[in-house]
Each structure stands twice: as C-alpha cells, then as structure tokens.
C-alpha cells in the first residue's frame, strides 16, 4: 500500500498562487504514477493532473492547463501541484492518488478508478 499526505492548502484570492505537495510513502515517485484530483461537495472526484511514473508522460485538465504545472522531486519522494492565477472555481478538496502497481500508466489516468491509495486531501479556497 502506498501513502500519501497532501500539503500545502489554504485561502487565496483570485489571481494568487499555491503550491501543493504530495509526500509518498510505501512507495517511490520514480516507480509510481501519482495524480491530483479535486472535489467540492455534492461532486464526484475530477482529474487536475498526473505525472507518470517514467516522469515523461504528464497530463493536465482543460479548465487548468497553462495555470497548474506538476513536478516530482525524487530524492524527497515528493510530487508537487504548482497553482498560478488561481480562480473561484478552483476551490475544492485537493487529492493525491496512486496506483499499487508500480511501473504502470494506462490511458485512463483521469479516472478515479485508477488510483488505489489516497490521501486526506488538502483544502483550497480561492476568493473572489
């Protein structure tokens, strides 16, 4: 079982910036495709981001594409949520997700169904 802590959350206004963190255990980053994720009340879980486990393969959402940028830092087993001109709807619960299987990615990284462990999450609210 891998785990993991998410980091990082908290209140910001529209335009602001938050770095979220993800810090593994159980498991390596180098082996392990890990996702964000986020949810709001009433909502089922949406895809935000993934960095595969081969490092190469990295994938965003629309809604935050050219905003968000993922990153790993290896040696602290730790992958990273970089949130810029951040926006009222980007208020959630932030999640970080991976599967057990290790050297795996499959084409349905946006989906929840896909991850086996998870976070707490951390909160973000952006004002407006």
């Known amino acids: 079982q891998v785990q993991l802590v998410e980091s990082g959350g908290g209140l910001v206004p529209a335009g602001g910036s938050l770095r979220l963190s993800c810090a593994v255990s159980g498991g390596v980053v180098s082996s392990h495709t890990v996702g964000w994720f986020r949810q709001v009340p009433g909502k089922e879980r949406e895809f935000v981001s993934v960095?595969?486990?081969?490092?190469?393969?990295?994938h965003y959402a629309d809604s935050v594409k050219g905003r968000f940028t993922i990153s790993r830092d290896n040696a602290a087993n730790t992958v990273y949520l970089q949130m810029s001109s951040l926006e009222p709807d980007d208020t959630g619960v932030y999640y970080c997700?991976?599967?057990?299987?290790?050297?795996?990615?499959?084409?349905?990284?946006?989906?929840?169904?896909?991850?086996?462990?998870w976070g707490q999450g951390t909160q973000v609210t952006v004002s407006s």
């Open positions: 997700g991976a599967p057990r299987r290790r050297f795996w990615f499959d084409e349905s990284y946006y989906t929840a169904g896909m991850y086996d462990d």
């Open positions: 960095i595969s486990w081969s490092g190469n393969r990295l």
